[in-house]
């Protein structure tokens, strides 16, 4: 019964790489995001997809590019990888983009780029 | 955009102990949500409260919406209550969407 759920949990993997993290959410939310957590606990929202439709994109770079196949699948691609890359990913819904939303996370998936 | 402090950014616990994490932000907000972090790395939602009380169990919240800050207290504390405790905001721009900005923490260890 797992609401929103990530694979993989661990990525490791050297510069250069190309590399995919998926994310489902059964919660039946309309909204879905990508939040970056670095070294420093610090949390940032990376995107945010509404029924599929690209809604917010925060200043990333270009390497990293969202697909959402579904209004349940919200999948990070990233190109090129760099060693500043490195961090946690969560991926996170929530039930609707107006007025209101609580925001559920997934468990985080920890990349490491050598 | 809107600025997010949280203080203590660390504190450290008896167990059995009670305390108060406090969140100022910077603008009016339609979100406000607090969330754990465990040592285990996973995002807990703890209370979604843009404004009023709410509790749960040895925790509680209040948002005071018009002074732009909230409060999480923490009561009877336990070894398990450790980790980072997050307050996370949103003002919900239509056109811009959905977006949550976290404060930098507090930093919770409670010592047996």
């Known amino acids: 019964d797992t609401a929103v759920s990530q694979t993989p949990k661990y990525l490791v993997t050297q510069m250069g790489n190309d590399k995919s993290i998926k994310c489902e959410q059964n919660l039946g939310h309309d909204t879905m995001y990508w939040y970056k957590q670095d070294s420093k606990k610090f949390l940032k929202i990376m995107f945010s997809y509404n029924n599929k439709e690209l809604i917010i994109n925060e200043t990333v770079p270009n390497r990293f590019s969202p697909k959402s196949p579904d209004k349940a699948h919200l999948n990070l691609h990233i190109n090129s990888l760099e060693l500043g890359d490195s961090a946690v990913y969560f991926c996170?819904?929530?039930?609707?983009?107006?007025?209101?939303?609580?925001?559920?996370f997934g468990p985080g998936t920890r990349l490491t780029v050598t | 955009g809107i600025q997010v402090e949280q203080s203590p950014p660390d504190l450290i616990l008896q167990e059995g102990a009670n305390s108060t994490l406090r969140c100022n932000f910077s603008?009016?907000?339609?979100?406000l949500q607090w969330f754990h972090q465990n040592p285990w790395g996973q995002l807990i939602n703890l209370f979604y409260i843009p404004s009023g009380t709410k509790q749960n169990g040895r925790l509680s919240a209040t948002t005071v919406a018009t002074e732009r800050y909230s409060l999480l207290y923490i009561s009877s504390s336990q070894t398990t209550d450790s980790g980072v405790y997050f307050c996370?905001?949103?003002?919900?721009?239509?056109?811009?969407?959905?977006?949550?900005?976290f404060g930098g923490g507090t930093r919770v260890l409670v010592k047996p």
């Open positions: 996170a819904s929530s039930p609707r983009q107006y007025p209101t939303n609580e925001q559920y």
């Open positions: 996370a905001v949103d003002r919900l721009i239509k056109a811009a969407g959905n977006k949550l900005t």
């Open positions: 603008d009016s907000v339609n979100n």
